[in-house]
């Protein structure tokens, strides 16, 4: 009873409405907690419902948050929800987690990841932390008062485009209740004050082995935020911090990017290009622009598809929204290939502004 006392009493902020934050809405409601706060900006698109449970078919189009909200009062009508309808970043996060004991991180993307563990650490709340992609997940319990926080364990990011976001790489959906499962867990003996959390502990899960593993995590003395001498001491620039596209891409792409309708152009006057698609295998399977040919980016970074390169053709790479070929243009012009071009909006942009009647992944 006492612990079902203080589930009522307690106030959790999930923030994200999508694959980790779906179950953890619906099991955090399921549980009891009295107040659930949820950040979400973004609308519910068809694409969303094969990982994010919460939604459905007839949600596509609406608001996440709100579809979330209605969600979570059929299963709890005693839950208050709080809705956030705002993008999270600096100017708002402080005064949004001030209102609540814990959060839940469902993010997907490294710059929010950084920005709520920074507020965290300088709030001194603990947070529940999950990552997916593919078939691997990870969570721990990030509590720089009791332990490390996620710089400990990711000191820095990983260089821009290098780690695919799941819309990109692809992810299993069901592994996004295993591991929001896990979130919830964890959220609930931290509320009720039972069991051992996992601060201090990664666990990994390997969904094709079936397996579950654990990595100690210890506090880095020397860690930025958490630190006794920290260098960060408030909010800084998180997208400027991990980088959208690296300044290498950027300087590569200024003056060789082009607009999905030049390249319609080139194709029809027979201009001698070669297309290539630098996303994944799966990717290219859905939707793709005609002519092009497949080599993903990561046969770049390797330098393997540089010997296969045609000399007497234009190189035009694109990607789904123009982030890795440029990464990927930036490796061609380092290789000599100073006339490569990539094409601005990628796939999306294509079929926008050319073929509209494709499907949109």
Same mark, same amino acid.
């Given at each position: 009873?006492?612990?079902?006392?203080?589930?009522?009493?307690?106030?959790?902020?999930?923030? $994200?409405?999508?694959?980790? $934050?779906?179950?953890?809405?619906?099991?955090?409601?399921?549980?009891?907690?009295?107040?659930?706060?949820?950040?979400?900006?973004?609308? =519910?698109?068809?694409?969303?419902?094969?990982?994010?449970?919460?939604? !459905?078919?007839?949600?596509?189009?609406?608001?996440?948050?709100?579809?979330?909200?209605?969600?979570?009062?059929?299963?709890?009508?005693?839950?208050?929800?709080?809705?956030?309808?705002?993008?999270?970043?600096?100017?708002?996060?402080?005064?949004?987690?001030?209102?609540?004991?814990?959060?839940?991180?469902?993010?997907?993307?490294?710059?929010?990841?950084?920005?709520?563990?920074?507020?965290?650490?300088?709030?001194?709340?603990?947070?529940?932390?999950?990552?997916?992609?593919?078939?691997?997940?990870?969570?721990?319990?990030?509590?720089?008062?009791?332990?490390?926080?996620?710089?400990?364990?990711?000191?820095?990011?990983?260089?821009?485009?290098?780690?695919?976001?799941?819309?990109?790489?692809?992810?299993?959906? =069901?592994?996004?209740?295993?591991?929001?499962?896990?979130?919830?867990?964890?959220?609930?003996?931290?509320?009720? $004050?039972?069991?051992?959390?996992?601060?201090?502990?990664?666990?990994?899960?390997?969904?094709?082995?079936?397996?579950?593993?654990?990595?100690?995590?210890?506090?880095?003395?020397?860690?930025?935020?958490?630190?006794?001498?920290?260098?960060?001491?408030?909010?800084?620039?998180?997208?400027?911090?991990?980088?959208?596209? !690296?300044?290498?891409?950027?300087?590569?792409?200024?003056?060789?990017? @082009?607009?999905?309708?030049?390249?319609?152009?080139?194709?029809?006057?027979?201009?001698?290009?070669?297309?290539?698609?630098?996303?994944?295998?799966?990717?290219?399977?859905?939707?793709?622009?005609?002519?092009?040919?497949?080599?993903?980016?990561?046969?770049?970074?390797?330098?393997?598809?540089?010997?296969?390169?045609?000399?007497?053709?234009? @190189?035009?790479?694109?990607?789904?929204?123009?982030?890795?070929?440029?990464?990927?243009?930036?490796?061609?012009?380092?290789?000599?290939?100073?006339?490569?071009?990539?094409? $601005?909006?990628? =796939?999306?942009?294509?079929?926008?502004?050319?073929?509209?009647?494709?499907?949109?992944?």
């Amino acid at each position: 009873m006492d612990g079902q006392k203080r589930l009522k009493n307690a106030k959790v902020l999930c923030v $994200g409405a999508g694959g980790l $934050g779906s179950p953890a809405l619906m099991y955090l409601a399921a549980a009891g907690v009295g107040t659930l706060g949820i950040v979400e900006f973004d609308e =519910v698109d068809e694409s969303n419902l094969q990982r994010q449970i919460i939604h !459905s078919q007839s949600d596509i189009g609406r608001p996440k948050a709100e579809s979330a909200k209605d969600t979570v009062l059929g299963i709890n009508p005693y839950t208050q929800v709080n809705i956030h309808e705002e993008r999270l970043d600096s100017s708002n996060v402080m005064e949004i987690f001030e209102q609540y004991d814990l959060i839940v991180d469902g993010t997907d993307n490294f710059a929010t990841r950084y920005l709520v563990n920074d507020a965290c650490v300088l709030l001194n709340k603990p947070y529940v932390w999950g990552s997916i992609y593919r078939f691997d997940g990870q969570a721990s319990v990030f509590w720089s008062e009791h332990g490390p926080c996620y710089r400990c364990l990711y000191p820095e990011p990983p260089p821009p485009g290098m780690v695919p976001s799941c819309a990109e790489g692809g992810v299993l959906g =069901v592994l996004c209740a295993s591991i929001g499962s896990i979130q919830v867990n964890e959220a609930i003996k931290l509320l009720a $004050g039972i069991g051992e959390p996992l601060v201090g502990r990664l666990m990994i899960y390997d969904a094709l082995e079936m397996t579950y593993r654990q990595v100690k995590v210890r506090k880095d003395p020397d860690c930025a935020v958490c630190g006794p001498n920290a260098t960060v001491t408030e909010l800084i620039d998180y997208e400027a911090f991990c980088g959208v596209v !690296s300044d290498e891409a950027q300087e590569a792409a200024a003056g060789s990017t @082009i607009t999905p309708r030049q390249l319609k152009e080139w194709m029809d006057e027979g201009e001698s290009i070669d297309v290539i698609d630098v996303r994944e295998q799966n990717e290219y399977e859905i939707v793709s622009i005609p002519g092009a040919r497949l080599v993903p980016k990561n046969e770049f970074l390797m330098g393997t598809a540089l010997q296969d390169l045609p000399q007497d053709k234009k @190189i035009v790479l694109h990607c789904k929204t123009g982030v890795r070929s440029a990464e990927v243009l930036a490796v061609l012009k380092n290789a000599g290939f100073a006339d490569a071009v990539h094409v $601005g909006g990628g =796939v999306i942009g294509w079929i926008n502004q050319i073929e509209p009647d494709k499907p949109v992944y």
